[in-house]
């Protein structure tokens, strides 16, 4: 056999980018079909020649005492041959009848065979097409939506089955790309607003600057350093939009991270901001060992505490815990605060969002801070729980799963 009829060089053919799923579908068929009725045809002749050996075609009392006699050729057309007195030529003219109906046999089972080879391709080719029908359709309706038009759904009816699963995976994939766009437009606005704020009060404080007939070098001074806090507040909020984006992007690389004294840390810088604002500030951790990116896990807790003082009242509190077990590793910050009602929590995690202005410090803030504590969360896969309080104020719980133990050497 050469190689470019061998049977790996025909599966290769049959499986060529040209060649459609309907048609490979239809060889297949074929294939199978064919292969089936050469194997009926074999065990059919096998058990042909088992049921009638040569001995059983000589009739009673013929080739035994030298009488002639007479016997039908059967398939053969339906002559009639005259058995010789002989036995040994009796036996040869009924082995030589037998071959010959066993051979018609088997020409009139290939000819058969061959006329149903050919309706089962085209059968084949017809319950391929109908099978493949509704994928048909799926790529069909694919291929006209956009990102211009996500909220169009396939919404294939039928039967639960294969592509019946298929078609409401597919409106899942959109339904997500769908808020995925909305979200990613929704962020590039408020980025670009936010962005421009500052750009806009510099140029306006220069412009005044410049268009004073009279300028001192106190209003100069003044102008710069107002430009210089503008500047500042942008170039922290290129910064959170650069963490933002890294957390979202997931990690490049992982080390053991004790939260606990990261979180320490933190805390001990934030007495002093705590207490200027008139609030108390407690924190307790313990050692507790994650795979994590250092920098990001110092973001979390920098955030997490930055947003429980800021987004506080007077004489209020904040509670910074870490505990460690075998199952998790959990770092809880609740604050008291203004009232959050239960259906706007979902905005907090969402960026440029902020609830209300009820807060100690007069800084604003960039309305970064939780969306950027969820992506690092999401890229350490831990889980991020936020529960308003019924007095005021939020409960934030980050849980890690813990370091896993080298293996024993």
């Known amino acids: 056999m050469s190689p470019q009829n061998s049977p790996l060089e025909l599966i290769r053919r049959l499986r060529h980018r040209q060649t459609t799923v309907r048609a490979r579908l239809t060889l297949v068929y074929g294939g199978l079909f064919l292969a089936s009725g050469v194997l009926l045809l074999s065990i059919t002749s096998f058990l042909a020649e088992r049921t009638f050996p040569v001995s059983?075609?000589?009739p009673k009392g013929l080739g035994s005492?030298?009488?002639?006699?007479?016997?039908?050729?059967?398939?053969?057309?339906?002559t009639t041959y005259m058995i010789p007195a002989s036995p040994g030529a009796a036996n040869a003219l009924i082995s030589q009848i037998r071959n010959t109906d066993l051979h018609h046999l088997l020409v009139d089972s290939a000819i058969a065979l061959a006329i149903m080879m050919i309706v089962s391709i085209g059968l084949g080719w017809l319950v391929a097409g109908r099978v493949l029908k509704p994928l048909r359709t799926i790529t069909a309706a694919t291929h006209r939506i956009s990102e211009d038009d996500l909220h169009q759904r396939l919404a294939l009816s039928g039967p639960r089955d294969e592509l019946k699963n298929l078609s409401d995976t597919i409106d899942g994939l959109l339904a997500r790309l769908e808020d995925a766009f909305e979200a990613q437009r929704l962020f590039v606005a408020n980025a670009s607003h936010e962005l421009r704020t500052p750009l806009t009060i510099g140029r306006t404080l220069l412009e005044m600057v410049l268009g004073?007939?009279?300028?001192?070098?106190?209003?100069?001074?003044?102008v710069c350093q107002d430009v210089l806090g503008a500047m500042t507040e942008q170039e922290a909020l290129i910064e959170a939009l650069l963490t933002l984006a890294r957390s979202q992007r997931g990690l490049d690389r992982r080390e053991p991270v004790d939260i606990g004294a990261v979180v320490s840390k933190i805390g001990d810088s934030g007495h002093a901001a705590a207490?200027?604002?008139?609030?108390?500030?407690?924190?307790?951790?313990?050692?507790a060992l994650?795979?994590?990116?250092?920098?990001?896990i110092e973001r979390l807790a920098a955030n997490l505490i930055e947003n429980a003082v800021r987004y506080n009242v007077a004489d209020g509190w904040v509670r910074v815990l870490v505990q460690s077990s075998e199952e998790q590793i959990a770092l809880q910050i609740a604050n008291s605060g203004p009232?959050?009602?239960g259906d706007q929590m979902h905005r907090l995690l969402y960026p440029f969002q902020r609830l209300g202005r009820d807060r100690v410090g007069e800084h604003a803030g960039l309305g970064l801070g939780l969306s950027i504590v969820a992506a690092i969360a999401k890229a350490h896969n831990a889980v991020l729980r936020i529960e308003p309080r019924r007095a005021g104020g939020l409960t934030v719980e980050v849980q890690f799963p813990p370091l896993a133990a080298p293996p024993p050497p």
């Open 275 to 287: 207490a200027s604002q008139g609030l108390h500030l407690e924190v307790s951790t313990e050692p």
């Open 65 to 78: 005492g030298g009488a002639a006699g007479n016997i039908p050729g059967g398939s053969a057309g339906g």
């Open 339 to 341: 009232v959050i009602p």
């Open 56 to 58: 059983a075609g000589l």
């Open 290 to 296: 994650i795979a994590a990116d250092p920098r990001l």
């Open 212 to 222: 004073d007939p009279r300028p001192t070098i106190g209003s100069f001074r003044s």
